[in-house]
T-cell receptor, first 112, second 115 residues
């Protein structure tokens, strides 16, 4: 059974810092991995999708990497801004089905 | 191209009533997924549907919960005889179904409160 863990559970940084969010998963037989952002009381916004054959994806100030063999992904946020404050979720899509297994999330607070 | 639509956004039911949650996938998407986010817990998969077929319902409670995705109209998640423990945010996602593991796009969710 796939298990996804995100570390840290919460993070508070001053504006302008570069930061790394970590995601690990136990079963490396995945189709892809998605990073989402969730604002309080809102839905999920897809940030980046990395296919199992890819090593990284970039979008603006965000860069996500994937090391499938070791079961790890990182989300790098450059020059953080207060508007980046949200919960960041990592989810893996297993080969055995088409459902996403989510980590518990990292609650990010960027202070002005 | 409108995103995934869910309604209602907020739903209040008393114990024992029925709750019906609707999800309209993105245009051109034929696969729908339902996930539940209990208070202070992560998102958990419930059910995966294609038009007129349930593909995987391994995450859905065996009793009181049912889902459908008819040929015409939105997908419906139905909860009969709701209990307080059903209070949660229910999210629907859709994907085009072009290949295994294609990207899922999420709706804004329905927040169910059971009094």
């Amino acid at each position: 059974k796939q298990e996804v863990t995100q570390i840290p559970a919460a993070l508070s940084v001053p504006e302008g810092e570069n930061l790394v969010l970590n995601c690990s998963f136990t079963d490396s037989a995945i189709y892809n991995l998605q990073w989402f952002r969730q604002d309080p009381g809102k839905g999920l916004t897809s940030l980046l999708l990395i296919q199992s054959s890819q090593r990284e994806q970039t979008s603006g100030r965000l860069n996500a990497s994937l090391d499938k063999s070791s079961g790890r992904s990182t989300l790098y946020i450059a020059a953080s801004q207060p508007g980046d404050s949200a919960t960041y979720l990592c989810a893996v899509n297993n080969n055995a089905g088409n459902m996403l297994t989510f980590g518990g999330g990292t609650r990010l607070m960027v202070k002005p | 191209n409108a995103g995934v639509m869910q309604n209602p956004r907020h739903l209040v039911r008393r114990r024992g009533q029925e709750a019906r949650l609707r999800c309209s996938p993105m245009k051109g998407h034929s696969h729908v997924y339902w996930y539940r986010q209990l208070p202070e817990e992560g998102l958990k998969f419930m059910v995966y549907l294609q038009k007129e077929n349930i593909i995987d319902e391994s995450g859905m409670p065996k009793e009181r919960f049912s889902a459908e995705f008819p040929k015409e109209g939105p997908s419906i998640l139905r909860i009969q005889q709701v209990v307080r423990g059903d209070s949660a945010a229910y999210f629907c996602a859709s994907s085009p179904g072009l290949a295994g593991g294609d990207e899922q796009f999420f709706g804004p969710g329905t927040r169910l409160t059971v009094l």
